[in-house]
């Protein structure tokens, strides 16, 4: 990356990557922090041509709370199906491991006189992916150890989500005990609440304001 923002064909071009390392029959859960923008833009440019289909859009949790309450409806990954209590905030908890190394990275391999400096620029690049590399290893060694610990705390989670659940739908009697009907009425909730608002012409407003005085 060259430039500050979330360019959208970085996106594409990771997606377009990884999709060609997998299975044709799997589906791909896609969480990202404009995941709605990605999604209206693969639609109306045909993007991920050939496997859009297979692709489930949501935005990472940490960022659905800023956007649009129609837009929390569809794309957040609470409320949608399939992401259970999965985030999205896996880089941002890579990135802020390797922090540390910012410091370090931002002087390594630097001299200080001109002709020293072109010597170095090599060694400099190489250095600084040395290190990275090294860092990255003692992540994924970390990640392999504690694994098995992860999921467990992952399925304590999971637990507690579904005792909580199943305890506010008993404090619902006999509705709480129709899944269908509970299901159906969240579609009728959304399909409402992503209605384009109605349009009020400057005209209908000045003749209200002058009734109403």
């Given at each position: 990356?060259?430039?500050?923002?979330?360019?959208?064909?970085?996106?594409v071009?990771?997606?377009?990557?990884?999709?060609?390392?997998?299975?044709?029959?799997?589906?791909?859960?896609?969480?990202?922090?404009?995941?709605?923008?990605?999604?209206a833009?693969?639609?109306?440019?045909?993007?991920?041509?050939?496997?859009?289909?297979?692709?489930?859009?949501?935005?990472?949790?940490?960022?659905?709370?800023?956007?649009?309450?129609?837009?929390?409806?569809?794309?957040?990954?609470?409320?949608?199906?399939?992401?259970?209590?999965?985030?999205?905030?896996?880089?941002?908890?890579?990135?802020?491991?390797?922090?540390r190394?910012?410091?370090?990275?931002?002087?390594?391999?630097?001299?200080?006189?001109?002709?020293?400096?072109?010597?170095?620029?090599?060694?400099?690049?190489?250095?600084?992916?040395?290190?990275?590399?090294?860092?990255?290893?003692?992540?994924?060694?970390?990640?392999?150890?504690?694994?098995?610990?992860?999921?467990?705390?992952?399925?304590?989670?999971?637990?507690?989500?579904?005792?909580?659940?199943?305890?506010?739908?008993?404090?619902?009697?006999?509705?709480?005990?129709?899944?269908k009907?509970?299901?159906?009425?969240?579609?009728?909730?959304?399909?409402?609440?992503?209605?384009?608002?109605?349009?009020?012409?400057?005209?209908?407003?000045?003749?209200?304001?002058?009734?109403?005085?």
């Amino acid at each position: 990356m060259t430039s500050a923002g979330e360019e959208q064909y970085y996106a594409v071009a990771l997606m377009d990557a990884f999709i060609a390392h997998i299975p044709e029959t799997w589906t791909v859960g896609f969480l990202y922090d404009i995941a709605c923008q990605i999604h209206a833009s693969a639609v109306k440019h045909k993007l991920f041509e050939g496997y859009l289909h297979r692709l489930r859009f949501a935005v990472s949790v940490f960022h659905a709370y800023g956007h649009d309450w129609p837009c929390q409806l569809v794309y957040h990954p609470r409320k949608r199906v399939g992401f259970g209590l999965t985030d999205g905030e896996g880089c941002e908890r890579f990135w802020y491991s390797i922090s540390r190394l910012i410091p370090y990275l931002r002087v390594a391999g630097v001299g200080g006189l001109h002709i020293v400096r072109c010597l170095l620029t090599h060694l400099q690049f190489y250095l600084r992916q040395y290190t990275l590399n090294s860092q990255f290893n003692y992540a994924t060694m970390n990640s392999l150890e504690g694994a098995a610990a992860w999921i467990a705390r992952k399925r304590g989670l999971l637990r507690a989500k579904q005792r909580d659940s199943q305890t506010q739908l008993d404090e619902c009697g006999n509705i709480g005990k129709r899944p269908k009907f509970l299901r159906e009425q969240w579609r009728l909730q959304i399909a409402h609440q992503m209605q384009e608002a109605p349009r009020k012409s400057q005209r209908g407003q000045t003749g209200a304001v002058l009734t109403s005085r």
